[in-house]
């Protein structure tokens, strides 16, 4: 039952994990590598990053739980796990609720002034909090990929069922 649960632990936290590496370091490249127009590479790009964040939260508080049960059924192991599981949910949490809409709302004053944010006064403001934004995101997922090490050298894969 414990190798069940673990199993099923580590696919959803592969898949968050999965979906940070995808939209960070593969979709978002590709959208400013590929769109000639960067302000529109930068909307799109800033919606996938709002996805993301709702799937970090999701994910981040049901992995929280999830362990806790864990450690409950006697896998004392998994408490730490829950430290990496806060800390990169803490990260995801500064960036949706306190760094994007300030991003959002320096993007919607720039637009109102008829200047695409990059060419407006606000250029070095917002590029200061999407560097912020950045490295929390670099965090989050370092801390993924330390995270997913842990989880899949504790878990006994190669065991037959």
Do not use: C
Request: net charge positive; glycine share 8%.
């Amino acid at each position: 039952m414990h190798t069940t649960a673990q199993r099923v632990f580590v696919y959803i936290f592969a898949l968050w994990l999965g979906s940070l590496v995808t939209i960070g370091y593969v979709v978002a490249p590709v959208l400013f590598a590929t769109l000639h127009d960067t302000q529109v590479a930068g909307m799109i790009a800033g919606q996938l990053f709002r996805i993301e964040g709702t799937i970090s939260l999701v994910l981040g508080v049901a992995l929280i739980v999830f362990a806790n049960l864990l450690v409950k059924r006697g896998l004392a192991h998994y408490k730490h796990v829950r430290w990496y599981l806060l800390a990169m949910l803490i990260g995801a949490a500064i960036v949706a609720f306190i760094l994007q809409p300030m991003m959002n709302a320096m993007r919607e004053e720039a637009l109102a002034q008829g200047f695409p944010v990059m060419l407006s006064p606000l250029a070095a403001s917002f590029g200061r909090l999407h560097g912020v934004s950045s490295v929390l995101y670099l965090i989050q997922t370092l801390l993924g990929l330390v995270l997913m090490w842990r989880l899949t050298k504790s878990v006994d894969l190669v065991k037959a069922d």
